[in-house]
Nanobody
Framework: QLQLVESGGGLVQAGGSLRLSCSASGFTLDDYAIEWSRQAPGKEREGVSC????????YYADSVKGRFTISRDNAKNTVYLQMNSLKPEDTAVYYCAAAPSGYACSDHIFGPWGQGTQVTVSS
């Protein structure tokens, strides 16, 4: 299984920015589509953004479009989620996960999910 580790969360004021990192060891992230999702207390997990294995395509939920940017750094074997203009409703635990080999973002099959990183946006 492809286990990823999230980091970079924290407490930030509304309007601020954070950059989340998704890293792996033992395999090359560039070979897989990677999704960031989030789960707020009492709510279902929501897919936030996805980047294809070739980084040729990126996808965003309407709620974050124009504010979040997903990217890869292949040299660091890391996928990032740059979050700008944060809002209190962005508060959640953020997770990253890989799609199985050969699967695309549009297949919506990702996992396993790690521990996640907490993002808290104060008003």
């Amino acid at each position: 299984q492809l286990q990823l580790v999230e980091s970079g969360g924290g407490l930030v004021q509304a309007g601020g920015s954070l950059r989340l990192s998704c890293s792996a060891s033992g395999f090359t992230l560039d070979d897989y589509a990677i999704e960031w999702s989030r789960q707020a207390p009492g709510k279902e997990r929501e897919g936030v953004s996805c980047i294809s294995s070739s980084a040729g395509s990126t996808y965003y939920a309407d709620s974050v479009k124009g504010r979040f940017t997903i990217s890869r750094d292949n040299a660091k074997n890391t996928v990032y989620l740059q979050m700008n203009s944060l809002k209190p409703e962005d508060t959640a635990v953020y997770y990253c996960a890989a799609a199985p080999s050969g699967y695309a973002c549009s297949d919506h099959i990702f996992g396993p999910w790690g521990q996640g990183t907490q993002v808290t946006v104060s008003s």
